[in-house]
């Protein structure tokens, strides 16, 4: 017993000091806002780990014969357009993903009048012009078509779970399919268990705890300076270092495009939303107001922490029913020009980072100028969505901190302004188009909260109404 | 996060459902994954709400009928994934040359012809024609006018002047309808 404590005793002080020299290295480069390189060495290391391992894959499985080439079903049919719904992977540094995630759409072909949507165009056909067609018996054929292919492939349900892989990335819980292939893989595994658990993890969350330690000790000194642009500019370069030192926590690799386009104080940012890393992503390289719902537990020592160096809007959950007072509040923020610039997410919850989905119109009704930016994560390092009805906030903080790392790219996009006699509506449509295209995600009209709620029923009222306009009456 | 992995489909159980359903076995795979994933609570069968909790399919208008084609005989309230996979093998496309068991166009119009017939009584009423018009165009149209719509459309079907359509009249109805393309779904892989 005392030979054990002797040698932890012993273990622990020559780890110690290499220990806390790693420590002061990472917090000095987190605040001087440089990286000397180590995560992209990491990160390449990992992408031929991984080439090798899909590699041992497919021969393991040739011999054993599994993989049987597939039947050719292709009747073509006629010319329709057909569209296979993929979205293009951006290239990160350079490294091509050419078919390494393999995104949900790709398991039929679907014929665009088949998809149903929700928001049929108003008024996109007069009564008169439309060609009216006796009622046929084959008039059902096209909903069966689409409802069997909408339960074979929908574009929906799936944006809400974690996205699939192609390739396995040597972790557990991402591995559907495989059982045993072969022992040099499992030796491989093995190690990056090893690895990941007990030498990445506690690190990470020690470099985590210093992080909110020293958010939680300078937004408290900052709070008691009154408001002034010294504090504004303290506020900056201590909100910059929490939040750099925590993505270091994550092993965040994290690409930014554009840097010129980076938004400015006294404007509106708006991203797609993935999860609440996302604000940990965009605050490395810039100081945001942040909005949204008051949150016990951790992430409200966050929230009151934040609140007491800079202006930030946060709601009690009564309030978030109360849209003008968001507005009103809104509003208030962005007309003082001294004021940061106000992240928002106007998907309104956390999608899997495949697929934009609806933005709520609340943010772009302001007036304000809209800085767009895209975000979008590399899933071969670890997947970063938050699906909350699953996993409650640790337990996702604990998955990330036992991934191998969190790459992502973050383009900046050229500000936009809300154009004369535009809705809101149509000028959100007209962002988020734009930000679907930079990180190549496929543009939904759905609604993101179809997570949690039913479909209205006036949308399968508009169907109703289209399917009439066709039909020939007496 | 382990409980995907418990629910992997043997090979044996692979084979037997290419046999029986004739899709390949990467198919076989994809349809399982959705399967799993339309299966929130891990029962290893599905009910009608996992069914309906597809926007697309609750915003269609014969959604409902389409979710219990599902569910027909003696399948009780749940569906297993062998049941799923026979009732999407009616749609795989019709290959020439090939023995086509569940997707001959025979076999199409027989699961068309289900969605009328609501009381497989192998006849399609009236009634029941009015029924689908009503899924089908909700408030827009008037009754008066669906029930002449429905009876034209008997009308122009019937040939033994039972006022019903059988399935004899509604194959020779759609006699010159291509039900092989718009009854098929093609797959990727």
Known sequence: MALLTGTIAVLGSIF?????????????????????????????????IFEYGRANIETAQKNAGLALPAESEDESHGSSNKTAVTSQQPQINGMKKTDVVLTN?????????????????????DEATVDKDDFDLSNCFDYIKAGMEAIIEDQVTSRFEAEELKNWNLMTRTNRRYEFISWRLTVIWMCGFIIRYCFLFPLRVVICFFGICWLVASTGLLGTIPDCLVKRHLNYWCYMVAFRVMARALS??????????????????????????????????????????????????????????????WFERSEVKDRHAVARKLKEHVSNPSNPPILIFPEGTCINNTSVMQFKKGSFEVGSVIYPVAIKYDPRFGDAFWNSSRYSMMQYLYMMMTSWAIVCEVWYLPPMHQKEGESAIDFANRVKG?????????????????KRVKPKKEWMERQQEEFSKRLKVE | MGNRSSLLLREEEISQLQQDTGFTSNQIERLYSRFTSLDRGDYGSLSREDFLRIPEIAINPLGERIVNSFFEGDTGDRVNFRQFLSVLAHFRPVKKNKENKNNSREQ?????????????????????????????????????????????????????????????EFCKALQRTDVEQKMSIRFLS
């Open chain 2, 108 to 168: 199409k119009l027989q699961f068309a012809f289900k969605m009328y017939d609501l009381d497989n009584d192998n006849m399609i009423t009236r009634e029941e024609l009015l029924a689908i018009l009503h899924m089908m165009v909700g408030a827009n149209i008037g009754e008066e006018q669906l029930s002449s719509i429905a009876e034209r459309t008997i009308l122009e079907a019937d040939e033994d002047g039972d006022q019903k359509i059988s399935f004899e």
């Open chain 1, 252 to 313: 965040g690799t994290i690409y930014i495009r554009n840097k010129h386009f980076r938004p400015k104080c006294g404007g509106v940012c708006v991203a797609n939303h993935t999860s609440p890393v996302d604000v940990l992503i965009l605050s490395t390289d810039n100081c945001y107001s942040l909005i949204g719902q008051r949150h016990g537990g951790f992430l409200g020592v966050l929230q009151r922490a934040l609140a007491r160096a800079s202006p930030h809007i």
């Open chain 1, 434 to 450: 734009v930000i679907a295209k930079q990180g190549g995600l496929v543009d939904l009209v759905w609604d993101g909260q179809l």
């Open chain 1, 16 to 48: 110690f000091t290499p220990f806390l020299m790693l420590l002061l290295c990472i917090i000095f480069l987190a605040s001087i806002g440089k990286s000397i390189g180590v995560r992209r060495l990491y990160i390449k290391l990992l992408l031929m």
């Open chain 1, 105 to 125: 759409g790709n398991t039929i072909s679907r014929d665009d009048k088949h998809i149903l949507v929700p928001d049929l165009k108003n008024g996109s056909d």
